[in-house]
């Protein structure tokens, strides 16, 4: 008799949330969304961008539901300046205006009618 106490194999469930790569294609769209969004409703001088993915799932749904972990954090560049392009945009160095928010957001994509939803965004410093 073969037993192994405690080893359980686990399943996920159709339509539930899946780990995926901070790579993925798809997480790279709806993490611009989504920062775009937090500048769009900030009223910081400053753009934030993306500086870590700390977690990330996908769940097949009406679409593609991404459920998010990030850290955003404050770049040189200003919004005045109208800069949309946030990768020519470097983060703050370390000091008086360096500043990270911890970011949970829910993003719904349905690619067929070129809808991109951001549903939750929640940040805390």
Same mark, same amino acid.
């Given at each position: 008799?073969?037993?192994?106490?405690?080893?359980?194999?686990?399943?996920?469930?159709?339509?539930?949330?899946?780990?995926?790569?901070?790579? $993925?294609?798809?997480?790279?769209?709806? #993490?611009?969304?989504?920062?775009?969004?937090?500048?769009?409703?900030?009223? $910081?001088?400053?753009?934030?961008?993306?500086?870590?993915?700390?977690?990330?799932?996908?769940?097949?749904?009406?679409?593609?539901?991404?459920? #998010?972990?990030?850290?955003?954090?404050?770049? #040189?560049?200003?919004?005045?300046?109208?800069?949309?392009?946030?990768? &020519?945009? $470097?983060?703050?160095?370390?000091?008086?205006?360096?500043?990270?928010?911890?970011?949970?957001?829910?993003?719904?994509?349905?690619?067929?009618?070129?809808?991109?939803?951001?549903? #939750?965004?929640?940040? &805390?410093?």
């Amino acid at each position: 008799m073969n037993l192994a106490a405690g080893v359980h194999l686990v399943r996920s469930m159709p339509g539930s949330p899946l780990n995926i790569s901070t790579d $993925d294609r798809g997480l790279q769209q709806v #993490v611009l969304a989504a920062t775009y969004s937090f500048n769009n409703q900030s009223n $910081d001088a400053f753009l934030f961008k993306p500086s870590a993915i700390t977690r990330a799932q996908r769940q097949i749904v009406k679409g593609l539901r991404y459920i #998010v972990d990030l850290e955003i954090s404050r770049t #040189v560049c200003r919004k005045r300046d109208h800069n949309n392009n946030l990768s &020519k945009c $470097d983060l703050q160095p370390k000091g008086r205006l360096h500043q990270t928010f911890h970011c949970h957001f829910e993003v719904w994509l349905i690619p067929w009618e070129n809808e991109t939803n951001v549903q #939750v965004f929640l940040c &805390k410093s």
